[in-house]
């Protein structure tokens, strides 16, 4: 649940706000009353939210990734080495 601030108490508390964003991984939602509300995100979190909204806007990417995501809930799947799978995708480095 995000945490609701005002902008005025944003701003006496900001370097505590951006530690619990940081650390708890909270969202601040800051109110401000001459314009819409702003978020504070961790940027990890940000670059982790625009990363999969990317991998799921190819709808054929989003059911393969579900796919998969189904599969190893149900277990359906074979373990593999990360240098069988390196091979199979032609990811082999010269040796």
Same mark, same amino acid.
């Given at each position: 649940?995000? *945490?609701? =601030? =005002?902008?005025?108490?944003?701003?006496? !508390?900001?370097? %505590? /706000?951006?530690?619990?964003?940081?650390?708890?991984?909270?969202?601040?939602?800051?109110? !401000?009353?001459?314009?819409?509300?702003? +978020?504070?995100? %961790? +940027?990890?979190?940000?670059?982790?939210?625009?990363?999969?909204?990317?991998?799921?806007? @190819? @709808? %054929?990417? +989003? $059911?393969?990734? /579900?796919?998969?995501?189904?599969? +190893?809930?149900? !277990?359906?799947? =074979?373990?593999?080495?990360?240098?069988? /799978?390196?091979?199979?995708?032609?990811? *082999?480095?010269? $040796?």
């Amino acid at each position: 649940m995000p *945490v609701q =601030t =005002t902008y005025t108490q944003a701003c006496a !508390r900001l370097a %505590a /706000l951006l530690d619990d964003v940081v650390n708890n991984r909270d969202i601040v939602i800051i109110q !401000r009353r001459s314009g819409e509300d702003v +978020a504070l995100i %961790a +940027a990890d979190e940000l670059q982790s939210l625009l990363e999969t909204v990317h991998l799921l806007r @190819s @709808s %054929a990417n +989003a $059911e393969r990734l /579900l796919a998969a995501l189904t599969r +190893a809930r149900q !277990r359906n799947g =074979t373990p593999q080495s990360i240098d069988d /799978l390196r091979r199979e995708v032609g990811l *082999v480095e010269n $040796e």
